[in-house]
């Protein structure tokens, strides 16, 4: 799977989840929607969040760093 598909997959995950969990509240369903599509786009920028501070703290340091 390429990286740049990660962060994608990620949040269509979670988007998922927060559906599942609000359809078990009969929540109606547009709202339930709306509130998958909002978790989603969460998902999707704390997957790039996370994947940028993993790779800041994987690079070497350098004499500006010290």
């Given amino acids: 799977m390429p990286k740049k598909f990660r962060p994608i997959i990620e949040g269509l995950a ?3 989840v927060f559906i599942s969990i609000t359809m078990l509240f009969q929540i109606p369903l547009y709202m339930s929607f ?3 599509a909002l978790a989603a786009i969460g998902g999707y920028r704390n997957s790039i969040k ?3 501070e993993k790779a800041a703290k994987n690079a070497p340091k350098t004499s500006d760093d010290e």
């Fill in 14 to 16: 979670v988007g998922c």
């Fill in 34 to 36: 709306i509130i998958g």
């Fill in 50 to 52: 996370m994947d940028k």
